[in-house]
């Protein structure tokens, strides 16, 4: 397999990070190495083999929905790049 | 009585206890010594005066019967730290306060330890060289432009140049073992669960765990049994009986099987490490070990099935850093826009790799062809230890594939730098736990390791047989304070 440029730009798009053209051929050039050692799965024949989600085998536990922390709003927003105060703070949206 | 910051954790202890010195002489010696250490570079935050007025409370009203009276300690900068910044090696956490503390940084505060500072490691904890960070890679004690190796290189670096009597570091895919192996330290990777991963920065969930790193194996013990704990915050957080691995420590390890699998013998494998490991069964014999010949046989998919799950995991816990909430944030024409370029700009290149490979893998059409066959493959390598695990108590094997070797030497092709972590992957895939122990030197005098590998919760056993060996190895680290003028 190998990924070309437009692959690249269109993961580029799905995990929200902008590459310029350079850094693309560069990336190129990295996954389709990486890509190449990740394909020695393929001599394995995993037909039957149930995958291997957690080795943690236990179930997980649940537990009580009930609210532990209480006013922390001020706490939370201290580490904003920008906020009004209340909220979060975005550029526009909506119109 | 030997200079301060060159005891080890049980010494500095017995020393306190017996007010031989107090808690303030102690944390300046490590202040004074960490002030004379800029060059190595393993600090990101330094938190010296708070740490000097936590010792002088301590001694104005001590208590003996801690674990780590009034000792001081500095950290991977992976562990979040209540009010002190927590940066993960990142630009965009680069101003990042946490209002919270980790579970497994607390159990150490709970038990007198006092933090000196936050050290350096590669960003997110991906990379094998310390390299990656985004503030500088931190450099070895052991040689100028030597990498301590990765991703807790800080830590092994501030280790093994006496900055810090001991220290924790995390391991996804051998972040602790591997600078353990390069610093001629020790490095626990405890089982996947043993540990409370709440307040760690992630990198992928399955695979991560806090561990101790330390001179020796009693302090490794020692400091493993104050931070194995329970914990409900980490819904992976497994509840089971926690030995007190440093009382019940014992050098006896008569009649243990140790296996050694012929796999691991790789094509390539440098004669050094090779004589290591032949020399390691030695020792192990000697110590009343029987050694048994296994089979692992899928060790040489280990490592291309962890860069599937590991970039996975590490693209969708990522996804929270977008400039809203806390962190780097970079101005954009929309929403979109700012995203893109935060994360462009925050991010550095190895972290980007990754995230987008992972996206790659989870992405719609690809998940059965790359994801769900790497889970597959995880299976067999877990089935792989089990079967061996039926024959044996422990597997004996060499750390890293080679010594540590110089900053820039591994930069150009991703591939030959995750090569490092060879030996080490199967473990965090399979959930088990390993200790790195130093074992001897190469031509240049740079540290090799061995790694013991134990069955799930079986840490007591690896400490033993570690503990062992460490007796008849007698492993001297040649520290010259090179980086001190």
């Known amino acids: 397999m ?20 350079e850094k693309a051929k560069k990336l190129a050039v990295d996954m389709n190495s990486i890509f190449d050692f990740i394909e020695k799965l393929n001599e394995l024949n995993t037909e039957n083999v149930e995958p291997l989600t957690s080795v943690v085998e236990t179930m997980l536990k649940l537990r009580v929905d009930k609210v532990i922390s209480k006013d922390i709003r001020e706490k939370i927003l201290k580490n904003s790049p920008e906020d009004n105060e209340d909220f979060f703070v975005v550029p526009r949206v909506v119109e | 009585m030997s200079e301060i910051t060159s005891q080890t954790l049980t010494e500095l202890v017995e020393n306190i206890k017996n007010k031989n010195i107090s808690s303030e002489e102690t944390t300046k010696a490590f202040i004074k010594r960490g002030e004379k250490s800029k060059d190595l570079n393993v600090y990101i935050t330094q938190d010296f005066s708070s740490a000097l007025n936590k010792a002088k409370d301590f001694d104005k009203n001590p208590n003996f019967e801690l674990k780590l009276p009034g000792i001081p300690i500095a950290v991977k900068d992976l562990f979040c730290t209540n009010k002190v910044k927590t940066t993960a090696g990142s630009k965009i956490l680069s101003n990042f306060i946490p209002p919270y503390e980790s579970t497994v940084t607390q159990n150490i505060w709970n038990e007198g330890g006092i933090l000196l500072g936050k050290l350096n490691c590669d960003e997110f ?17 052991i040689d100028k432009g030597l990498v301590p190796g990765g991703s807790s290189g800080g830590s092994a670096s501030a280790l093994a140049a006496n900055l810090t009597p001991i220290t924790i570091g995390t391991d996804t895919g051998g972040s602790i073992r591997q600078p353990a192996s390069f610093t001629g330290t020790v490095g626990l990777k405890p089982t996947y669960g043993s540990c409370s991963r709440y307040g760690i920065v992630a990198f992928a969930s399955s695979l991560d765990q806090a561990g101790p790193m330390s001179k020796n ?23 089971f009986k926690r ?3 440093s009382k019940d420590l014992t050098s006896n390890i008569k009649g243990k099987k140790i296996g050694i699998p012929k796999e691991y013998r790789v094509d390539g494998m440098p004669k050094e490490i090779e004589d290591l490991w032949t020399k390691g069964i030695e020792y192990a014999k000697v110590c009343g070990a029987e050694i048994v010949d296994i ?21 969708s816990n990522l996804a929270r850093y977008d400039g809203v909430k806390y962190g780097y944030r970079s101005k954009g024409e929309n929403l979109i826009d700012m995203y893109e370029k935060t994360r462009s700009e925050g991010f550095g290149d190895e972290v980007k790799r990754r995230i987008m490979l992972g996206t790659y893998v989870l992405s719609s059409g690809y998940y059965d062809a790359y994801y769900l066959k790497a889970q597959k493959v995880r299976k067999l390598i877990k089935d792989d230890f089990d079967e061996a695990y039926k024959k044996v108590d422990a597997i004996l ?18 591939v030959s730098m995750y090569l490092n972590d060879i030996f080490t992957v199967p473990v965090n895939l399979a959930g088990l736990p390993a200790i790195s122990i130093p074992a001897g030197l190469d031509v240049k005098g740079y540290p090799l390791g061995l790694q013991i590998i134990g ?14 060996m460490e007796e008849k190895i007698e492993f001297k680290n040649k520290i010259t304070d090179w980086w001190i003028k």
Not at chain 2, 126 to 141: C, H, I, K, V, Y
Not at chain 2, 220 to 228: M, P, R
Not at chain 2, 295 to 315: D, F, K, M, R
Request: aromatic share 8%; glycine share 2%; hydrophobic share 35%.
């Open chain 1, 2 to 21: 190998t990924i070309d440029l437009k692959t690249i730009k269109h993961i580029s798009k799905l995990s929200r990070i902008s590459v310029d053209d």
């Open chain 2, 125 to 141: 904890a991906m990379g094998s060289s310390n390299e990656t960070s985004f503030f500088g890679n931190a450099q070895s004690p």
């Open chain 2, 217 to 239: 194996v009693k302090d490794c013990a020692l400091l493993q049994e104050i931070i194995s704990t329970y914990d409900e915050k980490d819904s992976t957080s497994i509840d």
């Open chain 2, 243 to 245: 030995n007190e691995y």
């Open chain 2, 295 to 315: 089979s692992l046989p899928h060790t040489n998919y280990a490592l291309p099935a962890y860069y599937i799950v590991a970039p996975a995991e590490a693209s």
């Open chain 2, 397 to 414: 094997t060499p750390s890293t594939p080679s010594a540590a070797f110089k900053i820039g030497e591994k930069n150009n092709d991703p």
């Open chain 2, 455 to 468: 069955k799930a919760f079986d840490e007591q056993n690896i400490l033993n047989i570690a503990y062992a």
